[in-house]
């Protein structure tokens, strides 16, 4: 087996916050690399889960918005923060990920080694 290098946790991390970077490994050598595989295809599906949440989010909230004209301005406010606090989580990831740690975002993590895209460490 393949020992965790600093290059590994390195893109590993940044996989988590920049979801580009995590197209290098699987487009590179980096996809024989198991950690940087398990990490990059983790991050690509966790910031595409994000981005759903985050639409819909905002969707809602612009309906309720729109429904309850009074308060538009605290709503409005809240809305733009919220894709803000969503990248903080990818950050925690990202902070794991550089300790050279493997570990398992509940839904994800399923799914990934159930699609087969991935072996559970």
């Avoid at 909230?61 to 990818?90: E, N, R, Y």
Wanted: proline content about 5%.
């Amino acid at each position: 087996m393949n020992e965790i290098n600093d290059n590994d946790k390195l893109i590993a991390a940044l996989s988590y916050p920049i979801w580009f970077v995590a197209l290098v490994p699987l487009l590179t050598e980096g996809k024989n690399r198991p950690f940087q595989k398990f990490h990059a295809v983790q991050s690509l599906v966790l910031n595409i889960a994000l981005w759903i949440a985050i639409t819909i989010l905002i969707c809602v909230l612009s309906f309720v918005m729109g429904a309850v004209t009074f308060f538009v301005a605290g709503l409005g406010a809240i809305c733009g923060f919220c894709p803000l606090l969503l990248w903080f989580v990818t950050i925690y990831y990202a902070y794991l990920a550089y300790q050279g740690q493997y570990f398992e975002i509940p839904v994800i993590t399923d799914f990934i080694v159930n699609q087969g895209w991935v072996e559970r460490p």
